[in-house]
Nanobody, 122 residues
Framework: VQLQASGGGSVQAGGSLRLSCAAS????????MAWYRQAPGKQRELVAG???????NYADSVKGRFIISRDNAKNTVYLQMNSLKPEDTAVYYC?????????????????WGQGTQVTVSS
């Protein structure tokens, strides 16, 4: 399974960007999908997640500004980022959890995208 993220770039504060992450390869079933970010000198943190059933959760710092969504037919997760702030500057990574039934057991596999840079200037 490979993840290809796109949509990053540079924007002024108050602007918007939309990130996309498409999964390809031999995929059985994707459960959770999420976006993480890592700013220089900081740990990677969860930005937003969406379950297979469509339930979402957000970091407090992005609630009301970011929207995560998914297109199951395209195995793609999106992150609409509005009202961007300089503190949103980071490398953004997509993440998926694939579930595979095998021999009566359920196995989970976690995959990461390559990261896309988002830079917000004041």
């Amino acid at each position: 399974v490979q993840l290809q993220a796109s949509g990053g770039g540079s924007v002024q504060a108050g602007g918007s960007l939309r990130l996309s992450c498409a999964a390809s390869g031999s995929i059985f079933s994707i459960n959770g999908m999420a976006w993480y970010r890592q700013a220089p000198g900081k740990q990677r943190e969860l930005v937003a997640g969406i379950t297979g059933g469509g339930s979402t959760n957000y970091a407090d710092s992005v609630k009301g500004r970011f929207i995560i969504s998914r297109d199951n037919a395209k195995n793609t997760v999106y992150l609409q980022m509005n009202s961007l702030k300089p503190e949103d500057t980071a490398v953004y990574y997509c993440n998926i959890v694939e579930i595979v039934p095998r021999s009566g057991e359920i196995y989970s596999y976690v995959y990461w995208g390559q990261g896309t840079q988002v830079t917000v200037s004041s």
